[in-house]
T-cell receptor, first 114, second 113 residues
Framework: ETGVTQTPRHLVMGMTNKKSLKCEQH?????MYWYKQSAKKPLELMFV???????ENNSVPSRFSPECPNSSHLFLHLHTLQPEDSALYLC?????????????FGDGTRLSIL | GESVGLHLPTLSVQEGDNSIINCAYS??????FIWYKQESGKGPQFIID?????DKRQGQRVTVLLNKTVKHLSLQIAATQPGDSAVYFC????????????FGKGTLLTVNP
C-alpha cells in the first residue's frame, strides 16, 4: 500500500523526549485519522480530521498532539509519553464525499517508550 | 463486550481449501461493513466492503455475506493460498457516519502448504 505513507517506521524514545510521527496520503482523500494498535486489542481511534479540521478526539491524553496542515498531511506530536503508549500507530485516510467509503491505512510507526 | 467481535481467534486451513472467517456485530444501526487484512509488519489492507442494503458481495476470490437478522458478517476466501495468511479484521460503521469505524480484534488465518 503506497497510497498512505508513514514515517518513521520504527521509533524508540525516552519518556522525556519529544518526537513527531508523519503521515502523507496520495489518494486525494479529505479525511485523515490516527489509530493506536496495541497487542491483542482492537484498533483504537484517536483523532479524525476532515478537510483539515479536527472532528474527533477520542479522549486522547494531551501528551499526544495532532496537527493537520492540509488534507494530505497529518502529524502526531509526542511529548512525555508513558511506557503504556508503546504500540503501533496507524494513519488512515478516506474520501468523505458521497456514501460510505473505506479507510485506507499506512503501514504504521512502531513506537517503543523506554 | 465490544461491538464487533470474531467467533474464532485463529483459523488454520490447507492450501487450496476455502476459508470462512466470521464476525458478529451488536449495533443494529450499523449500515456499512468492511473487511481488512493485516500482514505482519504492515497496516490493515482493504479487502471488501458491503452496505446494509446488500446481503452478499463478491470480489476476486472473496465473498462477504451479511445477515442483518442475526447481525453476522462473514468473509469467504476461495482456494486459499499461503499469501492469504494474515490477521483479518471486520469493521462496522457504528457512528452514523463514514469515519467512525469500530474494529474487531481479528482472526489469525494460517494457510498450510
Amino acid at each position: 500500500e503506497t497510497g498512505v505513507t508513514q514515517t518513521p517506521r520504527h521509533l524508540v524514545m525516552g519518556m522525556t523526549n519529544k518526537k513527531s510521527l508523519k503521515c502523507e496520503q496520495h489518494l486525494g482523500h479529505n479525511a485523515m485519522y490516527w489509530y493506536k494498535q496495541s497487542a491483542k486489542k482492537p484498533l483504537e481511534l484517536m483523532f479524525v480530521y476532515n478537510f483539515k479540521e479536527q472532528t474527533e478526539n477520542n479522549s486522547v491524553p494531551s501528551r499526544f498532539s495532532p496537527e493537520c496542515p492540509n488534507s494530505s498531511h497529518l502529524f502526531l506530536h509526542l511529548h512525555t509519553l508513558q511506557p503504556e503508549d508503546s504500540a503501533l500507530y496507524l494513519c488512515a485516510s478516506s474520501n468523505r464525499q458521497g456514501s460510505n467509503q473505506p479507510q485506507h491505512f499506512g503501514d504504521g510507526t512502531r513506537l517503543s517508550i523506554l | 463486550g465490544e461491538s464487533v467481535g470474531l467467533h474464532l481467534p485463529t483459523l488454520s486451513v490447507q492450501e487450496g481449501d476455502n476459508s470462512i472467517i466470521n464476525c458478529a456485530y451488536s449495533n443494529s444501526a450499523s449500515d456499512y461493513f468492511i473487511w481488512y487484512k493485516q500482514e505482519s509488519g504492515k497496516g490493515p489492507q482493504f479487502i471488501i466492503d458491503i452496505r446494509s442494503n446488500m446481503d452478499k458481495r463478491q470480489g476476486q476470490r472473496v465473498t462477504v455475506l451479511l445477515n442483518k437478522t442475526v447481525k453476522h458478517l462473514s468473509l469467504q476466501i476461495a482456494a486459499t493460498q499461503p499469501g492469504d495468511s494474515a490477521v483479518y479484521f471486520c469493521a462496522e460503521n457504528s457512528g452514523g457516519s463514514n469515519y467512525k469505524l469500530t474494529f474487531g480484534k481479528g482472526t489469525l488465518l494460517t494457510v498450510n502448504p
